[in-house]
Each structure stands twice: as C-alpha cells, then as structure tokens.
C-alpha cells in the first residue's frame, strides 16, 4: 500500500500491483484535514492486521498565523477509511507542520510547538 495525503484533502490508500501504483485509491479517509505533515507507518512486525497509519494535524491553515492545537490521529493501515484513534483535545499541545510522529518500542511521540515531547503508549 502507499498512503499519501495533501492538504486539506483526505488520507488516500493506493494499492501495488505488479510492482505499478493504481491510480484509483483503494480507501479514503472521509474527513480532510490541514496536515502539512508526514505520515508514519507501524506493525506488530509481520503480524497480519496490526498496521497503523499515523498522522498530525492542525486545526486549520495558520502559516503567519497563531499557533494551534493539534492532534494525533491513528487509521487502520488496511483500510484508511477506519480511524482507530485521535489524541483528546485536553491534550493541549502546539501543532508544528511538517513534522511527523515516531513510533518506537511501543510509544508515539510527537514533536510540538509547546516545547515538549508528547508520548503516547500503543500497547
């Protein structure tokens, strides 16, 4: 699968067969967001049905702007169609664009404008 996403439009799922990307997306997620940011892809290792797709999001265009709160959003990597997961807006962190989550020994961490780190655990 390739998951691409641009902004304000949704997460899109494309397929490879035969080594060609179809030009048709297999899945999207029915919500766009402002990314400006990377995706992130994770597993259980070759576990079948543990993929996830990680992305961030601000809440709207603030290039010159003020900071926003951003969010943390989880999909399913089989079908982007199904979100697993968004952090809660209590969070209260600042959204960077042009970042992007790392996903390491079973947490989420995610650089912000707060001048911290958040981590969230997957397990």
Do not use: C
């Not at 494309?14 to 990307?21: E, N, P, R, V």
């Not at 600042?94 to 707060?114: D, E, F, Q, W």
């Amino acid at each position: 699968m390739i998951y691409f996403q641009t902004w304000y439009d949704p997460l899109r799922q494309f397929q490879l067969i035969g080594g060609q990307m179809q030009l048709v997306a297999t899945n999207d997620d029915a919500t766009a967001y402002y990314p400006g940011a990377g995706l992130s892809v994770s597993s259980n290792g070759s576990l079948a049905g543990t993929g996830i797709v990680w992305g961030l999001t601000g809440s709207k265009d603030f290039l010159g702007g003020p900071l926003q709160t951003g969010t943390l959003m989880a999909f399913d990597a089989a079908d982007v169609s199904r979100t697993l997961w968004a952090s809660p807006a209590s969070d209260d962190w600042l959204y960077v664009v042009h970042t992007k989550p790392t996903i390491a020994n079973g947490r989420v961490y995610v650089p912000t404008a707060s001048n911290e780190i958040a981590v969230y655990t997957t397990r």
